[in-house]
């Protein structure tokens, strides 16, 4: 074995978790987003906040750590009308690159999900299974980029380790 | 010259400058790089390799691939692994094996014995004579005397990796067919994947002196082989082997010893579009008299000896067949130097186009072989009384197109009287057979089908082929007339030369009454070993058949199951084992509760806690004992984070809850809590938690550890299924919020003194109620509960600030004698307190009633779930278990949880069990909690704990040892 | 390992999803106004042919939509997947 790919911990980063119809999210948040993603599965950008189209009416809003507490401000998730939810979730998942010229390798032992360019392209990021876990996988420059549930990411980075060593 | 005896000057695909030495059975032997053992042993004419399964027979090399019924060996070293067919080990320097049924070696066994015993160890032998008292008894002895190889005790090499792969079509097999498909789908661009069990690829080619087009077989291999190289869509794998076809077009491939890799195997999880086995056809023994004597090799196996191999089987050989295809390896055996005695064909008449093949060899057509000579190797046969000298006797009971892989996608596969043999038949997945393995059992056949079946699966993929030009390939035509058993076949005529199953076996299985060919197989073990039958099974079912009257067809086929080969357990699990074989979670606290000496534990939903905290010189129960004094005494603290927590929000939220849990939550306000219990529609408990209200349209559930996954579940289903018109969405933020739990009668001083704005005075901030505010300067929710029975603070923090939070309550708490506090001394007190445990008192079976929480069933709400049931299985009126608690009589004396509870402590049938037992710091004794038939109107009375090692006499109590009125935990 | 074709995510494998047992008859209304036979009947009679069958599954590791999807027992086919029940 002994694969050329860097398994990287990510510091943690502002997350909000967004369900509702799409018109009612964009009343209450206005600007804070993004565009809405055209495809589901899929991600729009814009001044460094990510929206991810994860599921039916629901979204996955990312930004670096420090925008959070203005994030914050500007979607007053306790204030949120009953018809959609919006919930911190920074400290929910924890972020791995998986990068070097082996990383779809990595991945394939990782996932079983598709990410040939065809099914998988640039753009897309997905919710999907990896070592039996739930994990969110997301292309990034030089590889890919694997989230899990932080408390499964001791057990989690020591699994991937395993797979590169 | 060649160093081995058996071994021709020149040829075969051998590397002849590359000389290897190995061991097999404890003595050294050479070889070369490309042998497999198998041949090496050939080439150095060791005849006897193995002994049989149950008779320990003396066993030779009988084929040349996975087929082989005979020879299996327990590899040694680095190379660990069991069970492997010699013919399949990749000849490597410094080889150790041994055959696995032999003791001490194959040559000279000692429990060959067992051939003297042989006609009492008939068909179901075992089961008929090891039935009484009990087959445990006897089980251990005859695995070992019945033997196969043990798992090996070291992990070998860097272990295994499991990965997945998607692609368009999947061919299994690379030979003619397979290749020619290859070419065919990766010229039109599809993503290809084709995979071969061989050391390289070239299927029967390599085994064959064939040509295609203008030069010879193997060289058209390598062109093809260049090409696929060349294509990015196309991945080739050799030393592969398609192993299962599961449902949706998912295959298992086992890669033995993968390039450029040091891994001993990998396993490819292959999601296919569609697939194409080309995996060729297999030769079927011949059932004889004594046809498992060393000597006694399929005839497609000599022939790729010498073709392949360069090796001779034998040196003087007659031929045993009742097909055409025999004859061409007749002539490559003559042509190596094989003396070929005569050529025995069942058949009385001889097609010319097979006996052109042999100009000048004798063929004793319409005979059949009718004794073997030679114990311990073949010296002669018997023909119509005619003895021919021999040490070599090649058969062919025919072809068998190899459909395991078809079958098992559930396809259908069919008898064709023609070739006499099972073919696939129609589809149940997207998926074709091709070549030999289809039926095509000419090589310009197996090309023509190859290109055809690929263009097939290239346009279901949408994709355009074009038809490639055929080359010319010249080769025999195949005609068979079956001879399933040969006259006078009986007790030493192996159907299943693996599992020794004789034809007298299937005839005393039939005699038996068992004539369900799914029976005969079981009864007998026929097509049972490892090898899956691969060269008896048809023969089985043909001999049925014969003897029936029936057709192979009528009488049917068992069936096929994964695995095609022998798997390496480790190449299943992959990368998944040893430290990281099942996850584990942890809190941002783990690494503190490590390096404060914490034993832990895994609890519940894979999370790993700290079970207690033992310091210098105590034992288990002293530590356990002072963390539980701790709470009741002064402050303890512990880590909550696993505690499952939901968000619950939209208009009808109110609404859901009082649906989900047996009491009014609807009617909670803002800022308060309320414990619940959840039932399933069974009337049974499912869960216990406390909801929050945090606004008029949001609350926040919260949930046992364990159960916290099947809680969402059941929540979520309800809403998506049941309530789809209901406005209620719910978000998991279980690890959004982590919690240090400050409990005993000293917490709100503790809790004080890290500073907060929080007014904490008992009427300001009442039991069952929660505050956001700072504590220690950080954001916090905090909430009062209590699992203890003390008043108790969870002060719920984002998991970034836990530590912090937790090293000033340390601090803060360091005057009052603040000690962690780990699952062991919080599962004391609870018990004391008698609050509920699910997997203990609770356990799928009991409602509320039966633990004295029928206060807990709203009677305002029309309907709840688990409602209807609890009302239904009370009205029946019979007694109930119910919650009670125990004192033993004797206070030292501890009782196993879990330990039975019977009248009187006779043997009779139970009366309930004990759900925990734990050494009360309040009552300085042994105290416990059961569940028991009518235990409520008992209280007072006694019961008995019935244990293998004697009766313990306990006195029954309500179920609640420590502040009964909660006084405390209000305070 | 069955593959499903999620109307939101496309086709998945099945170890994003989690089975949540066949599809059952919707709750009564009022289970009050049953009998206790056909209550039991509801409770405890899940379909369970040998063919197609109707049932429910979680996507908890992709969308998190649930699923009612109609699937051959015999030869895990699936002919049809939607949306909530």
Known sequence: MGYDATITQLPLRALFDLQGEPSAIGDWCGDALPAFPERPNSVSERDGRTLIWTGPDHWLLSAPLGAEAGLSEELRPDDAPADIGVTALSDTVTFFAVTGPDAGAVMAVATPLDLHPDTFPADAASWTESFGTKALIRRIGEGYEIAVDRSYSDWFGAMLDRVVA | ?971 | MLLIDCPFCGKRNESEFVYGGPAMPARPADPSALDDAHWVDHLTVPPNPMGPVEERWWHLRGCGSWLTIRRDTVTHAIAEVRHGG
Request: charged residues 20%.
């Open chain 2, 1 to 971: 010259m060649a160093a081995e005896p058996g071994r021709l000057p020149e040829g075969g695909r051998i590397d002849r400058s590359r000389p290897l030495q190995f061991r097999f059975d404890g003595r050294a032997y050479t070889g070369f790089e490309g042998d497999t053992l198998a041949s090496a042993l050939l080439a150095n004419r060791v005849r006897i390799t193995a002994r049989s399964f149950k008779y320990h027979r003396p066993r030779g090399v009988m084929g040349a691939g996975p087929e082989e019924p005979a020879t299996l060996v327990e590899l040694e070293g680095d190379l660990a692994s069991g069970n492997r067919p010699a013919t399949t080990v990749r000849l490597t320097d410094g080889l150790v094996a041994r055959s696995v049924n032999a003791w001490p070696s194959a040559s000279f066994d000692l429990g060959a014995v067992n051939q003297a015993l042989a006609r009492f160890i008939p068909a179901g032998f075992y089961y008929k004579t090891f039935k009484w008292p009990d087959w445990h008894l006897y089980e251990p002895s005859i695995r070992k005397a019945a033997g196969l190889a043990g798992a090996p005790r070291e992990s070998s090499n860097d272990g295994y990796e499991a990965r997945h792969a998607h692609t368009d079509l999947l061919i299994a097999g690379a030979g003619p067919a397979g290749l020619m498909a290859a070419l065919v789908a990766g010229r039109a661009g599809a993503r290809v994947m084709i995979v071969d069990e061989g050391a390289e690829a070239g299927g029967s080619l390599l085994n064959r002196r064939l040509s295609i087009g203008d030069q010879p077989a193997m060289g058209w291999v390598a062109a093809a082989v260049a090409e696929l190289s060349a294509m990015d869509n196309v991945i080739h794998l050799q030393n592969a082997t398609v192993w299962a076809y599961r449902e949706h077009n998912l295959l298992m491939v086992h890669e033995r010893s993968p390039e450029n890799s040091s891994l001993s195997g990998r396993s490819w999880r292959v999601r296919a579009g569609q697939v194409i086995t080309a995996t060729g056809a297999i030769e079927r023994m011949m059932v004889f008299e004594g046809n498992d004597r060393p000597g006694v090799m399929l005839a497609s196996a000599v022939q790729a000896y010498v073709n392949r191999w360069a090796v001779r089987s034998g040196q003087r050989a007659a031929v045993f067949t009742n097909n055409d295809s025999v004859y061409a390896a007749a002539a490559d055996m003559a042509r190596a130097g094989i003396d070929v005695a005569a050529i025995i064909d069942s058949r009385d008449s001889v097609p010319d186009h097979a006996r052109a093949l042999v100009p000048g060899m004798e063929i004793l057509a319409g005979h059949t072989v009718g004794k073997v000579h030679g114990r311990r190797g073949l010296r002669a046969v018997t023909v119509a009384g005619r003895r021919i000298d021999c040490d070599l006797l090649a058969v062919s009971g025919g072809w068998n197109p190899a459909v395991h892989l078809y079958s098992q996608s559930r396809s259908r596969i069919v008898w064709d009287e023609r070739l006499a043999s099972f073919v696939p038949g129609d589809a149940a997945q997207a998926v074709l057979a091709a070549g030999a393995a289809n039926g095509a059992m000419t090589l310009g056949a197996a090309l023509a089908e190859g290109a055809a079946r690929a263009l097939a699966a290239v346009a279901a993929l949408g994709r355009a082929a074009a038809m490639p030009a055929l080359p010319e390939a010249v080769d025999t035509p195949y005609t068979v007339a079956p001879l399933w058993t040969a006259p006078g076949a009986a007790a030493k005529s192996f159907l299943d030369v693996q599992n020794d199953v004789t034809v007298a076996d299937i005839e005393l299985a039939l005699r038996e009454g068992y004539s369900n060919i799914e029976h005969v197989k079981r009864y007998t073990t026929g097509g049972m070993g490892i090898d899956q039958g691969k060269t008896g099974n048809v023969n089985i079912i043909g001999a049925v058949a014969e003897r029936q009257g029936k057709t192979p067809g009528e009488v049917g086929v068992t069936t096929f199951r994964p695995p095609y080969t022998p798997v390496d357990f480790g190449a299943i699990a992959g990368r998944r084992a040893g430290p990281v074989v099942l996850p584990y979670r942890h809190t941002p606290l783990t690494g503190w509760h490590k390096d404060h000496g914490a034993v832990m534990y895994e609890a519940g939903a894979r999370w790993r806690r700290p079970g207690y905290y033992p310091r210098p010189g105590e034992s288990f129960q002293d530590s356990v004992n002072r963390e539980a004094r701790t709470v009741r005494e002064g402050v303890g603290i512990y880590d909550g984070s696993p505690l499952g927590k939901y968000e619950v929000k939209g208009r009808d939220a109110g609404r859901f809850l009082d649906w989900i849990y047996t009491n009014v939550m609807s009617s909670l306000t803002a800022g308060n809590g309320r414990y619940g219990l959840m039932l399933t529609d069974d009337g049974m408990i499912l869960d216990d938690g406390v909801s929050f209200r945090l606004a008029e349209d949001r609350f926040l559930v919260s949930t046992s550890t364990g159960n916290a996954d099947a809680v969402w579940q059941h929540m979520e289903k309800l809403l998506r299924i049941e309530r789809p018109d209901w406005q209620v969405r719910i978000t998991n933020v279980t690890s959004q919020w982590a919690n240090a739990t400050i409990c005993g009668p000293k917490a709100r001083e503790v809790l004080a003194a890290m500073g907060t704005d929080i007014d904490l005075a008992q009427g300001a901030f009442p039991f069952m109620a929660f505050r956001d505010g700072t504590v220690a300067d950080l954001p916090t929710r905090v909430v009062r509960v209590s699992f203890t029975g003390e008043l108790s603070f969870e002060v719920n923090v984002r998991p970034r600030d836990l530590p912090t939070l937790w090293e000033a309550a340390m601090e803060a708490g360091r005057s009052h004698g603040i000690a962690p506090i780990g699952s062991e001394a919080n599962h004391v007190l609870r018990v004391e307190k008698g609050f509920l445990s699910l997997g203990h008192e609770v356990d799928g079976t009991v409602d509320p009633h039966d633990l004295g929480m029928g206060w807990v069933m709203s009677k305002k709400k029309p309907d709840f779930l688990g409602k209807r049931s609890v009302a239904l299985r009370r009205s029946a009126g019979r007694p109930r278990r119910e919650l009670v608690g125990i004192r033993p009589l004797d206070p030292d004396r501890q009782i196993p949880e879990g330990a039975p509870l019977t009248p009187g402590g006779r043997k009779e049938a139970t009366e309930g069990f004990v759900t925990a037992c734990v050494w009360s710091v309040v009552e300085s004794r042994w105290v416990g909690l059961a569940l028991l038939t009518d235990g409520r109107a008992r209280i007072g009375g006694r019961a008995y704990v019935r244990l293998p090692d004697g009766i313990i006499e306990v006195a029954l109590c309500p179920p609640v040892f420590h502040d009964p009125e909660g006084e405390r935990l209000r305070s």
